[in-house]
């Protein structure tokens, strides 16, 4: 007599001497981990999981350089990582630029290390002080940005993580604000 078949649901066939066995993995149905690259409790947002976008724009909020870190992760850590990566950008006159002028953070960027990295590679930072300036000040050039945001949450594919990896999310994310660039540039 055969094995007996595996418990759990899916179809069973009967194969050969060894009796029934379960065929979940035929279609590559197989157990994965439930959780992806980017997830964990956020001790700000009540423990939400996932990924949190974090991006970069120039003034009228084309999007220039877009990064993603997991949701329980500080603000402050990933902009270093999102100056480096902004590309070069064609001027009028002159060479491409590598970097910009000024850079406007809101108070989670508010660290004596940042600051002093940011004026190591020239950038000016305007940055709100926290318990010192309010934030109001800064609504002036922080609008632009709320706004790509909300351009990018308005993506479905974005608005709630579907995927498993970190690199297909970032990817989904660099579409989305490719796409963003290109409706801004043609209207």
Known sequence: MGQAAPPGPGRARRTG???????????????????????????VDRGKKGPKIHLITERTGLPISVGISAANTHDSQAL???????????????????????????????????????????????????????????????????????????????HRCYERKADHFLAFAGIAAALICYRRLTA
Do not use: M
Not at 31 to 41: A, F, I, N, V
Not at 98 to 106: E, I, Q, S, V, Y
Not at 133 to 146: D, K
């Open 17 to 43: 001497r060894t009796g029934l066995v379960a065929v979940r993995d035929r279609l590559g149905e197989h157990e994965s981990p439930q959780r992806g690259d980017l997830t964990g409790p956020n001790p």
């Open 80 to 158: 270093e990582s999102l100056v480096r990566g902004i590309p070069p950008i064609r001027s009028r006159r002159g060479p491409r630029r590598r970097r910009p002028a000024k850079l406007h953070g809101d108070k989670g960027y508010d660290f004596d290390r940042l600051r002093a990295w940011l004026r190591s590679r020239n950038i000016t930072p305007r940055i709100a002080r926290r318990g010192l300036e309010s934030s109001q000040r800064l609504g002036r050039h922080r609008w632009t940005v709320e706004r790509t945001v909300a351009w990018l949450s308005g993506c479905r594919r974005l």
